[in-house]
């Protein structure tokens, strides 16, 4: 059930404000994004920290779009994409099921490999089988408080163990901060747009209006609240993965040493730390890696979920509890997230569904910023809260920079290295 806070409670307490916000910052930095950063610490040191600023302002900004055209219309972010045409569907449709089915592989994957490295004990596979069905258990019933108290201990921990980690390295700060001058290293135009745009999400950012919604923040008057909520959670984010770039640049550019892509990455740093600092670092900082891929699972186990509830009960035109979290099409797509996907954790990963994978979600992130352009800048919403001069500007940065990297990511999955 949505709580039933009111615009008068919310102010009360300053962290009470801080919520949907920190849902969808936590759920957005993953161990991929986790990677991507450490890698472009290893390759460039901190020539692209001012991406991960960039980056923090490009995520703020599409997201307080969402959360401000849901405030100020009462509707979904489907509802509104629905609005400007058919074509909205026949995307959104493959996108969600495809990218379900894909992500929820991954993510069990890297909380097991999180765990393996934590604690050993069973193989991967089966601690993020685990994972995953503990994920299960803690959204199934939908009840947004619970959830939103196990995403901020689980962001707690990110955060400890990730500035800890940077504290740790002892960073060269007169070179941290001439990485806030905007360069782009000889070859690195790919990895700065990677990592402006890794900072914090991809679909679960058209998902902060549904956690709006179940928080009780449903009406224009949560406008200021919302953005509060909103920038807090993203300069969060930012020191979080600025963290990770300091460990990346100090333990691994300074060194010329190389760890791997993918998952596996993050438990090479840990045996760097280890070796470095002792056996207590390198567990700490996988206990951050572990609660990093957590936060993911279990974000997107609820707030994707909501979002093809919210798809399914339009598309049969169902009651208006089908779009609610703890319903029948909400319950579904847990399913989906967590039982068809432990396939591909002992089968492999069947190559047609990777390239469509890697195609559909190439696209989200322009589909996000353009719907937003246009449903924020004509009636759809009303006049008083539609984008003004800097927010189109903005968004239009934004649009073309993630136009770039689909293209970048597309051309990648039809003809890979």
């Known amino acids: 059930m949505a709580s039933t806070t009111t615009p008068e409670q919310a102010p009360a307490t300053k962290w009470k404000i801080v919520g949907p916000g920190l849902v969808v910052a936590a759920t957005g930095v993953g161990a991929a ?50 609005s400007l045409g058919a074509w909205t569907t026949w995307y959104f449709a493959p996108y969600i099921v495809i990218w379900g089915f894909v992500y929820g592989a991954a993510a069990m994957a890297g909380t097991g490999l999180a765990l393996q490295g934590l604690a050993g004990g069973l193989s991967t596979t089966w601690l993020g089988i685990l994972s995953g069905v503990l994920g299960l258990l803690l959204v199934w019933t939908g009840r947004y408080g619970i959830f939103e108290k196990v995403l901020a201990a689980l962001v707690g921990i990110m955060f400890v163990t990730m500035v800890g980690a940077a504290l740790l390295t002892l960073p060269n700060l007169g070179e941290l901060l001439t990485g806030l001058a905007p360069r782009i290293p000889e070859d690195g135009l790919v990895n700065t747009l990677a990592l402006a745009g890794g900072v914090g999400g991809t679909i679960t950012l058209a998902a902060y209006g549904y956690w709006l919604r179940e928080k009780g923040w449903n009406t224009p008057e949560f406008m200021r609240v919302m953005r509060i909520d909103n920038t807090v959670a993203y300069i969060v984010t930012g020191i979080f993965v600025l963290a990770t770039l300091v460990v990346g640049a100090e333990l691994l550019y300074s060194t010329s040493v190389a760890i791997e892509s993918g998952d596996q990455g993050l438990v090479d740093l840990g045996v760097v730390l280890q070796d470095r600092y002792g056996q207590w670092a390198g567990k700490l900082f996988l206990l951050g890696f ?32 089908d779009a609610r979290a703890g319903g029948r099409w909400y319950r579904a797509y847990i399913l ?82």
């Open 33 to 82: 994004d986790l990677v991507a950063t450490l890698i472009a610490g290893q390759k460039f040191g901190y020539t692209l920290l001012w991406c991960v600023v960039v980056g923090c302002v490009m995520k703020i900004v599409l997201v307080e779009g969402a959360g401000r055209y849901s405030l100020a219309t009462g509707k979904t972010i489907f509802e509104g994409w629905r």
């Open 290 to 321: 572990w609660a990093a891929a957590m936060s993911s699972l279990v974000g997107v186990w609820n707030g994707v979920s909501l979002m093809f509830a919210d798809f399914m009960r339009h598309m049969t035109n169902g009651p208006a509890d």
């Open 336 to 417: 989906w997230l967590t039982f068809p996907p432990m396939i591909m954790m002992f089968l492999g990963k069947p190559v047609w569904l990777i390239l469509a994978y890697g195609v559909l979600g190439a696209f989200f992130m322009p589909f996000l910023a353009v719907t937003l352009l246009w449903l924020l800048n004509t009636d759809r919403t009303p006049a008083e809260w539609r984008n003004k001069l800097h927010s189109n500007v903005l968004m239009v940065l934004c649009a073309l920079a993630f136009v770039a990297l689909c293209v970048n990511e597309v051309r990648k999955a039809v003809q890979p290295d």
